[in-house]
């Protein structure tokens, strides 16, 4: 699997939120109004966050229907970035990238802190693995699995399969797996770091959920905005939901 090397991890990753999450950008809301109305309709549960990075917990606010959170990257410093910013918000709750989310919700002031706070404290496990290998969670134990631009950056067809069968796995019968990627490119930047991933079609996508035993309720080619402004290398993504079969 693909592991960026950075000088320093805490520049790397600070870098990497500030240009991505400072702000709630077109395209952050319109992945978030898509993780929000994935879990919105379906009852409360468990949430595996795959390749979930430094930005598990920003995403997470997009997902108030959702009991508790959990989350898996093969990158240890994306871990230790996530353990300490939880720490801090669960006591805290005032960062301003996190309140901006809360304003999303119509939330404001003591309302838009506690939101932030109670949010923070429904993280339970955060677990550095390569993905590309078995999930060390039991079968059937999440009802929802996401991954915002982190499935994709594998190196080969098959290890994107044996990632989307693990997500298979530790579905219940029913759950949800919600995929935003990229499309079409076969790389991404950002500030001065490259990064690979798989080139990934909304054809192929469809085929390989399918061979991993999902329904394909919504599958979705969509034009990138921020990202284009900001020439990050991409122009396109897909929107993907499935339901485990």
């Not at 592991?3 to 400072?22: K, W």
């Amino acid at each position: 699997m693909n592991v960026p090397s950075p000088a320093t991890a805490a520049d790397y990753i600070n870098a990497y939120m500030d240009e991505y999450y400072d702000s709630l950008s077109e395209e952050n809301e319109e992945i978030g109004r898509f993780l929000y109305e994935s879990q919105q309709a379906r009852a409360p549960g468990k949430l595996l966050d795959v390749a979930c990075g430094p930005s598990a917990f920003y995403w997470s606010l997009f997902s108030p229907n959702v009991g508790e959170f959990h989350g898996i990257d093969v990158r240890e410093d994306s871990i230790d970035y996530l353990r300490g910013i939880l720490a801090t918000s669960s006591e805290d709750g005032t960062a301003p990238r996190y309140h901006e989310v809360a304003r999303w919700h119509g939330l404001v002031d003591v309302a838009a802190t506690t939101f932030v706070q109670e949010t923070a404290k429904k993280f339970r496990q955060l677990t550095a693995h390569d993905i590309t290998t078995r999930w060390p969670y039991e079968d059937a134990s999440f009802a929802f699995v996401v991954s915002c631009f982190g499935m994709d950056h594998v190196e080969t067809p098959e290890q994107f399969m044996a990632v989307l069968h693990e997500a298979q796995r530790v579905l219940e019968t029913g759950g949800t797996l919600t995929l935003v990627t990229l499309c079409e490119t076969q790389s991404w930047q950002c500030g001065d770091e490259t990064f690979a991933c798989l080139h990934t079609t909304a054809e192929s996508l469809r085929v390989c959920a399918a061979k991993a035993g999902f329904h394909v309720e919504f599958l979705e080619e969509r034009l990138a905005t921020t990202a284009v402004d900001r020439a990050q290398g991409y122009e396109k993504m897909l929107f993907f939901r499935g339901v485990k079969i």
